[in-house]
């Protein structure tokens, strides 16, 4: 059994925690303060200072302290910013790594996390690195990167990630198939997926909000998180258009906004639903369980395979029967899975028609979140690692 002690942790994050959504970063940070003294350097996510959503996100919750160190106070790209981090002059992060850290937690980092396990292990620090997404498809996906440079862009990431996980003495993957696709020895993996907050997130009534939303009297399908290119909403959007005659009750409620709002918007006006999807954009993380309990039915409708989006496990938590467009990381009793807007009417109309099915797949879902995917016994096993990695553990 290891020893425990208060660590000293330095994190290197590819998101900005003051800036963007409460992700699995934040719900880490907020359990290693606790008892640990936590650094983060990460790039300045400027662009979304810019508009309301940034202190929209953060209002009312508390994530626990921590120190923060941008990159640069300038308005650069973040690939801008990961990239030049591995390039001469950044004396101070050379002077960050030898302040006497214990251990370093590389966040989904590429070029940035690398330089830095570098300069830690030059000090006899340890790496752990977490995998909480594949990188690499995300760079050849992203709109910020010009259509032309993407392949380049995807390859680059691989060969960043494979320098990463070969310096880290440690690896966290969220799910099998990352593990499956970039595979490192196995004494050297951990898996720990993304989690849920179940005392945040649960069945509440919300009676005020439905009636405030216009939706007291209505069959809610709803859908949660940021609006982003790995977000298709079409075959929802197209299942609501085929349902509204049968269904005139029926309506749609989008929480979230980011680049993507304005295309799901107009997507909403090209099926001629606009009348029956309310878009909320942002909202306070708090607000979020009450947004979700106003939903008699979640959907997932994403473009990638084999995910585990926080949002999901959020549904599961508040007791909502979901639905995924793909394949999850989640077993099926859990989840009911329809590609297409003709699986997703169909589908829809069998839990429309179907109260008892509803309540007992939220009750599942509740059950599977509850026994597998709590937040703080997750945090817990990072916890471990960072402790067994740490340049103080036991010997």
């Known amino acids: 059994m290891l020893e425990y002690f208060t660590m000293k942790i330095l994190v290197t994050s590819i998101i900005d925690p003051k800036k ?17 003294d936590v650094t983060v ?30 990159l640069t106070g300038k ?64 760079i050849g996906n992203s709109p910020q990167i010009p259509a032309p440079l993407r392949g380049t862009g995807r390859l680059a990431g691989r060969m960043m990630l494979r320098k990463n996980l070969d310096l880290a003495e440690k690896v966290c993957y969220i799910t099998p198939n990352l593990r499956d696709m970039y595979p490192v020895p196995q004494n050297k993996t951990v898996l720990i997926p993304n989690g849920v907050n179940i005392d945040f997130f649960k069945p509440h009534n919300v009676e005020l909000l439905k009636k405030e939303l216009g939706l007291e009297n209505s069959i809610v399908i709803g859908y949660v998180g940021a609006l982003r290119e790995w977000v298709d909403l079409d075959p929802i959007f197209g299942a609501i258009k085929q349902l509204s005659g049968g269904h005139p009750n029926l309506k749609m409620l989008v929480v ?21 999807v309310i878009f909320t954009d942002t909202v306070p993380y708090v607000r979020v369980p009450d947004y979700t309990c106003c939903m008699d039915i979640c959907v997932m409708p994403l473009k990638f395979d084999n995910a585990q989006p926080l949002s999901f496990l959020q549904y599961l938590a508040c007791a909502k029967p979901s639905i995924a467009t793909r394949p999850l990381v989640a077993p099926p009793e859990v989840v009911l899975y329809a590609s297409g807007a003709d699986k997703c009417a169909e589908v829809i109309e069998r839990l429309i028609n179907n109260p008892a099915e509803r309540e007992e797949m939220g009750r599942r879902g509740r059950n599977f979140v509850e026994k597998n995917y709590n937040w703080d016994v997750l945090s817990e096993k990072l916890e471990r690692v960072l402790l067994e990695v740490s340049k103080r553990r036991p010997v």
Not at 48 to 60: E, F, I, L, T, W
Not at 261 to 271: I, V
Request: charged share 25%; no cysteine; net charge positive.
């Open 75 to 138: 308005k650069q790209s973040p690939i801008i910013q990961e990239i030049s981090s591995a390039l001469p002059g950044k004396g101070w992060l050379r002077k960050l790594a030898r302040s006497g850290f214990d251990v370093h937690f590389n966040y989904n980092s590429l070029f940035l996390g690398y330089t830095v396990g570098k300069l830690m292990r030059s000090q006899k620090i340890g790496t752990v690195y977490d995998m909480a997404d594949d990188l690499p498809k995300m």
């Open 41 to 70: 350097v990460s790039i300045n996510d400027w662009w979304k200072a810019k508009g309301q959503a940034s202190p929209v996100y953060m209002r009312g919750f508390d994530f626990g302290k921590y120190q923060l160190h941008y």
């Open 256 to 276: 979230g906004g980011e680049v993507g709002l304005p295309k799901a918007r107009e997507l909403a006006r090209t099926y001629g639903i606009q009348d029956k």
């Open 20 to 36: 963007g959504a409460p992700s699995r970063l934040h719900w880490f940070i907020r359990y290693l303060s606790r008892e640990h």
